[in-house]
């Protein structure tokens, strides 16, 4: 039997004086939906928690983290087949630079890469991948001349953070300026990007390599709405199976799996497409949000990220009907969750499935509404 240890940083870490508790719902549904489909699989799975949060995974292998993560994070993968690691950019690099080729994932070449949004389209246009075009900034370039090379609005974005974390879009010069430098402070290492705003659907693909060789995907449809000019990832709603939008994301991924060495385990790829195509914004090189929907819907997951299954899936192909991942503005229904202070959090994270699109949306419809693109039927 195969063993596992999927160790998560926000659970791993959190404690009653610093806690990333606006990422706890994801983090917890990320871990939940992987140990399960892991242990579906016939593997042996272990998880990585702290003692804040360790009575939330009662019903797990959980290890409870008792010095530095970093630390316990390397002693325990040698005594496991593989890791699965969920991180923010910075601690994921240096967690796949000290366990080596026990991480289940990409390799750490392109972990650094991906890790970097500027390092991403940079390598990823020099494979015939569609990328906006992307300037970094340090804080010593000036800011007004970097902006010449642009037309408003732009994007103005971290290059080293998770999620949608200090993400704007800026219309003048006066709030560029103004968000750089918000942007600077949730860089670990002091650098921004500014990014060609592209116009059209927000999405991301799920996929698994096995080595170059493309085991699964999903084209997924990304819930992203505007507070002021900060960027908002609500949620995700899977598969798409609108043909031409699956094909573009096929070659997406067929054009990375020739031009790049080193692919492997799941990696999450951020998409926009309008009528002119479809372009990367951001490539994960880990578990994303997404999987706890893929996991919801599709039994066999554990199996792919095993890689017993290795005959190209798409998501759509093999399921029928859509599942839908929210994190809600509030609790939407009873919270059953009793475990520690971060309940609350966690029960804010709306995860099922449904027959049809409409279903979906009857049911996250109102936590939807502002989203910043239409969505119709022809989409899916």
Known sequence: MVSILVTEYVVSTCSQEKCYRSLLSEAYGMVLAVTEALARAGANVFVTVSKYVANCFENM???????SYMDFVEEM???VDYVIAIAPP???????GRIGKKFLGPSYKLVKIFSNKYETTSTLSKCSVKTPYTKLLSRED???????DFEMPIV??????????CNYIVNNVDEAIKYVEKAFGCDPLGHV???EYVEGVHGSISSVFNGEKLVFYSLNLQLVSLDGNRFVYRGNVLPIR??????????????????????GGYIGVDVVWNDSGMYVVEVNPRITTSAIGIANIYKDFGHVLL???SNGIFLGDVVNGYAYVVKASKILRECLFTCSEISEEICKLVVGKASSLKEVFDIIGEETRNIIYRVDEDLF
């Open 90 to 96: 910075l601690e994921l690099v240096e967690i796949v």
């Open 61 to 67: 292998n959980r290890i409870v983290v008792e010095n």
């Open 242 to 263: 609108n043909q031409r939008y699956v094909q573009w994301a096929r070659n997406i991924l067929e054009s990375m799996s020739s031009c790049l060495n080193g692919l």
């Open 307 to 309: 890689k017993t299954k």
């Open 156 to 165: 103005i974005k971290p290059a080293m953070s998770a999620g949608s974390e």
């Open 193 to 195: 990007v500014l990014q």
């Open 142 to 148: 000036n800011v007004k001349n970097a902006l010449k």
């Open 77 to 79: 993968s040698k005594h």
